[in-house]
């Protein structure tokens, strides 16, 4: 009914807004990640979530997340795909636009994954800062009817807050590690000056000997 789909899409804003609201107190790449997906499998209640980042070179989207063990041998296995392949994940890394794939339909561009037998249908969703795409959020549930049109933006505005989250921690490690190459140029520069004022006194001492 009309209230039944109401509520159901209240109970995914509020989802999506409290994951939102925790990712933005993460500032490091190696928690956003692992919480994210924790999260999301939890309060939607998903088979599989997962999360690929397109790689420099933009050619690949490599898995940098996924949940329980059957994530853990993918991962192990450095599971990725080429952005613009015939697959969800190639999909939506190319064109920066949502994807829902259902499995058993031979116009789908799903790929069957030996490890996730029971996937009924796969969504996955571009995380994009402005009109860069730098990874994907993929979503598998066992439910066939899973993923109504009417979801779509709101699992979207999450993938928004995770791109966003992950964009913000990436820029905080850089300033991290430039404040850290900053400190230890200075230490260097701080010893050299010592090393010269050590070797001034000694030139200095050598010459005023030489001139007695």
């Not at 994210?36 to 939890?42: P, R």
């Not at 063990?69 to 599971?79: D, I, M, N, Y």
């Given at each position: 009914t009309a209230i039944q789909t109401a509520r159901s899409t209240n109970n995914l804003l509020q989802a999506s807004a409290d994951i939102g609201q925790v990712l933005s107190k993460l500032l490091k790449l190696s928690d956003i990640l692992p919480k994210?997906?924790?999260?999301?499998?939890?309060r939607f209640d998903f088979y599989h979530v997962q999360v690929f980042l397109v790689d420099e070179t933009g050619k690949n989207a490599?898995?940098?997340?996924?949940?329980?063990?059957?994530?853990?041998?993918?991962?192990?296995?450095?599971?990725?795909?080429?952005?613009?392949?015939?697959?969800?994940?190639?999909?939506?890394?190319?064109?920066?636009?949502?994807?829902v794939a259902r499995a058993g339909n031979n116009e789908s561009v799903h790929r069957r994954n030996e490890f996730l037998p029971d996937t009924a249908v796969e969504a996955a969703?571009?995380?994009?800062?402005?009109?860069?795409?730098?990874?994907?959020?993929?979503?598998?549930?066992?439910?066939?009817?899973?993923?109504?049109?009417?979801?779509?933006?709101i699992f979207q505005s999450l993938a928004?807050?995770?791109?966003?989250a992950i964009d913000n921690a990436?820029?905080?490690?850089?300033?991290?590690?430039?404040?850290?190459?900053?400190?230890?140029?200075?230490?260097?520069?701080?010893?050299?000056?010592?090393?010269v004022a050590r070797?001034?006194?000694?030139?200095?001492?050598?010459?005023?000997?030489?001139?007695?």
């Open positions: 994210s997906i924790e999260l999301i499998q939890d490599r898995l940098a997340a996924s949940t329980g063990a059957v994530g853990q041998k993918l991962f192990e296995r450095q599971h990725s795909l080429s952005v613009g392949s015939q697959s969800v994940i190639g999909q939506v890394t190319l064109k920066g636009q949502a994807v969703f571009p995380l994009r800062i402005g009109d860069l795409v730098i990874g994907a959020l993929d979503l598998q549930s066992k439910l066939p009817d899973a993923f109504s049109p009417d979801d779509t933006p928004d807050h995770l791109a966003i990436r820029l905080f490690e850089e300033t991290e590690r430039q404040l850290a190459e900053n400190r230890q140029l200075i230490d260097q520069t701080q010893k050299t000056a010592e090393e070797l001034n006194q000694r030139l200095t001492g050598r010459f005023w000997a030489d001139y007695l």
